[in-house]
T-cell receptor, first 114, second 111 residues
Framework: DGGITQSPKYLFRKEGQNVTLSCEQNLNHDAMYWYRQDPGQGLRLIYYSQIVNDFQKGDIAEGYSVSREKKESFPLTVTSAQKNPTAFYLC?????????????FGPGTRLTVL | SQQGEEDPQALSIQEGENATMNCSYKTSINNLQWYRQNSGRGLVHLILIRSNEREKHSGRLRVTLDTSKKSSSLLITASRAADTASYFCATDSNTGNQFYFGTGTSLTVIP
């Protein structure tokens, strides 16, 4: 099955701790994205990557970090510097070839800071 | 911010009725997409319309785009209870590398 997976589905963190959210895709997509969604809100872009070992900040990158060591993987670390990390985090991927650039989304990780 | 806005924020209809939701955006686009999100799940791509297209159909979905007004509409015909979800529009950046999502319309279809 081709797709994009995120783990864990639910994550609890104590204040002051860093936590890493996993995102893996086997769609051979070049681009990967991390979004944050707050209740009743749209998606806000945290980071995106179009190629291995390269990534760019989105609108709300502060307090987050990413890496892209493999094409298939784009983990997101929520650091203790993120003031309000409780949210639903969505990872997505898309191809950069041709003119179709719809995004394929993972099932999301719900992070709660205790 | 380039984030778009959907209107209405919430919509409740009877099964079998049509549902129309609108999206407004702020800057020039290459294309506009509509996505669906069931509660607590990831988004699913529904349809993409390019800036040089005015209307597109896919099954019970009809999307229109008016670039002069920077707006789009999504029409779901003959709605079903299973259509209950949130619907988001997304526009791309000038480079096409980033996507900007609207705030969403929450649709409830009553059986």
């Amino acid at each position: 099955d081709g797709g994009i997976t995120q783990s864990p589905k639910y994550l609890f963190r104590k204040e002051g701790q860093n936590v890493t959210l996993s995102c893996e895709q086997n769609l051979n997509h070049d681009a990967m994205y991390w979004y944050r969604q707050d209740p009743g809100q749209g998606l806000r872009l945290i980071y995106y990557s179009q190629i291995v070992n390269d990534f760019q900040k989105g609108d709300i990158a502060e307090g987050y970090s990413v890496s892209r060591e493999k094409k298939e993987s784009f983990p997101l670390t929520v650091t203790s510097a993120q003031k309000n990390p409780t949210a639903f985090y969505l990872c997505a991927s898309s191809t950069l070839r041709g003119r179709r650039n719809e995004q394929f989304f993972g099932p999301g990780t719900r992070l709660t800071v205790l | 911010s380039q984030q778009g806005e959907e209107d209405p924020q919430a919509l409740s209809i009877q099964e079998g009725e049509n549902a129309t939701m609108n999206c407004s955006y702020k800057t020039s686009i290459n294309n506009l997409q509509w996505y669906r999100q069931n509660s607590g799940r990831g988004l699913v791509h529904l349809i993409l319309i390019r800036s040089n297209e005015r209307e597109k159909h896919s099954g019970r979905l009809r999307v229109t785009l008016d670039t002069s007004k920077k707006s789009s509409s999504l029409l779901i015909t003959a709605s079903r209870a299973a259509d209950t979800a949130s619907y988001f529009c997304a526009t791309d950046s000038n480079t096409g590398n980033q996507f900007y999502f609207g705030t969403g319309t929450s649709l409830t279809v009553i059986p």
